[in-house]
């Protein structure tokens, strides 16, 4: 079985511009989650999507935004790119994202650079 | 609230040497608990996990007991190699609906032959 896939890998922007992250879950997958992470913050929970619906968020301003479709693929957007928001994507995908004990499966995240 | 406190790294060890990487947390109710690493250049990896108190999880040598009496979950490997060198992060999730993993800062393992 396919792992977790997440395109691009590496991205280039500059401040004020806007970026559209792609993660493809696990096939039979209904949860995805996704998570930022930095050297200073480490890895922070962004939101969590199943079936379509944003059923998790984390502590991250209105310009950071997801959605998933109906096939379980999901992409995040983050708008008016600060040069902080410069990290590693990592996108997470389990079978039901059930009460805490489901497995979540990493890709290997997409880097992005802002300058 | 949920926090995990993991200690600060780096790790240094010979080969062969054994290895603690100590975890606490902080959780209201019954937390599942993991540890995840992460090697150079990729994303994470579970690497163990448990859902309940005295549960030990255990992988590729690895092993880590749910102590809920000390809110702990150190990881432990008996002879450590020179592949194990990565970041190794624990984390929780609080037990309700939502996958949201609370992560510690994680700790560098750097093993030398």
């Known amino acids: 079985k396919a792992g977790v896939t997440q395109t691009p890998r590496y991205l280039i922007k500059t401040r004020g511009q806007q970026v559209t992250l792609s993660c493809s879950p696990i096939s039979g997958h209904r949860s995805v989650s996704w998570y930022q992470q930095t050297p200073g913050q480490g890895l922070q929970f962004l939101f969590e999507?199943?079936?379509?619906?944003?059923?998790n968020k984390g502590n991250f301003p209105g310009r950071f935004s997801g959605r998933q479709f109906s096939n379980s693929r999901s992409e995040m957007n983050v708008s008016t790119l600060e040069l902080g928001d410069s990290a590693l994507y990592l996108c997470a995908s389990s079978a039901q994202g059930g009460r805490g004990a489901d497995t979540q499966y990493f890709g290997p995240g997409t880097r992005l650079t802002v300058l | 609230g949920n926090s995990v406190t993991q200690m600060e790294g780096p790790v240094t060890l010979s080969e062969e040497a054994f290895l603690t990487i100590n975890c606490t947390y902080t959780a209201t109710g019954y937390p599942s608990l993991f540890w995840y690493v992460q090697y150079p250049g990729e994303g994470l990896q579970l690497l163990l996990k448990?859902?309940?108190?005295?549960d030990k999880g255990s992988n590729k040598g690895f092993e880590a007991t749910y102590r809920k009496e000390t809110t702990s979950f150190h990881l432990e490997k008996g002879s450590v190699q020179v592949s194990d060198s990565a970041v190794y992060f624990c984390a929780l999730t609080p037990n309700q609906a939502g996958t949201a993993l609370i992560f510690g800062k994680g700790t560098t393992l750097s093993v030398s032959s």
């Open positions: 999507y199943f079936s379509e619906t944003q059923r």
């Open positions: 448990a859902t309940k108190a005295d």
